[in-house]
């Protein structure tokens, strides 16, 4: 199974509201990424998440902030978005982070989030 | 700096025709090649990886690639395209060994016409 799940699948929010984005696997995998993605382009890579503990953080603002309670569960609570920060949110998971560039990125289905 | 090229921003091809997908890398050590499709909405799929070993691999849903390190380049294959074949398809390579972070190329729209 190299299933990573998502929720909600759709999210459609306000600029003042909060919301958060769950993302979830049962792999054993140690390690969990954020990625955001607008249309017709690449992921791009937000955050990383290695044992728990938050490894990588690529300058994202403080309007996205991403939390690891346990070793399958991945969040990422959002609050006063801007409209530019509609687009794809996807979660993957792999089996570790470091030392080995080949671990396999397994990515979920995604949140389509639309601010208004 | 570590890159991902593709060439073809979009390609449009017959069913049952040949594909095949450009990707083209800048990577100083050893890569790591993935390609990875993506239908409409969807989220990322793998479709077939390199590590090492034999340069040309294969995947699921028919499709293979080969590794051509003179070329820096992997490119993805399949003898004949079926038309839930398309969606966008996107190669990374695995970035520095400490990150685990993806280097994506650009993306290639494929298009399938009847």
């Known amino acids: 199974d190299t299933e990573v799940t998502q929720t909600p699948k759709h999210l459609v929010m306000g600029m003042t509201n909060k919301k958060s984005l769950k993302c979830e696997q049962h792999?054993?995998?140690?390690?969990m990424y954020w990625y955001k993605q607008k249309a017709k382009k690449p992921p791009e890579l937000m955050f990383v998440?290695?044992?728990?503990?938050?490894?990588i953080n690529e300058s994202v603002p403080s309007r996205f902030s991403p939390e690891c309670p346990n070793s399958s569960l991945l969040n990422l609570h959002l609050h006063a978005l801007q409209p530019e920060d509609s687009a794809l949110y996807l979660c993957?998971?792999?089996?570790?982070?470091?030392?080995?560039?080949?671990?396999?990125?397994?990515f979920g289905a995604g949140t389509r989030l639309s601010v208004l | 700096a570590q890159s991902v090229t593709q060439p073809d921003i979009h390609i449009t091809v017959s069913e049952g025709a040949s594909l095949e997908l450009r990707c083209n890398y800048s990577?100083?050590?050893?890569?790591?090649l993935f390609w990875y499709v993506q239908s409409p909405g969807q989220g990322l799929q793998l479709l077939l990886k390199?590590?090492?070993?034999?340069?040309l691999v294969q995947g699921i849903k028919g499709f293979e690639a080969e590794f051509k390190r003179s070329q820096s380049s992997f490119n993805l294959r399949k003898p004949s395209v079926h038309w839930s074949d398309a969606a966008e398809y996107f190669c990374?390579?695995?970035?520095?060994?400490?990150?685990?972070?993806?280097?994506f190329g650009q993306g290639t729209t494929l298009q399938v016409k009847p």
């Open positions: 993957a998971s792999s089996l570790r982070q470091a030392t080995l560039a080949k671990n396999i990125q397994y």
């Open positions: 792999m054993g995998h140690r390690a």
């Open positions: 998440y290695s044992y728990e503990k938050l490894s």
């Open positions: 990577y100083g050590a050893t890569p790591y």
């Open positions: 390199y590590f090492s070993g034999d340069t």
């Open positions: 990374a390579v695995g970035g520095s060994s400490n990150t685990g972070k993806l280097i």
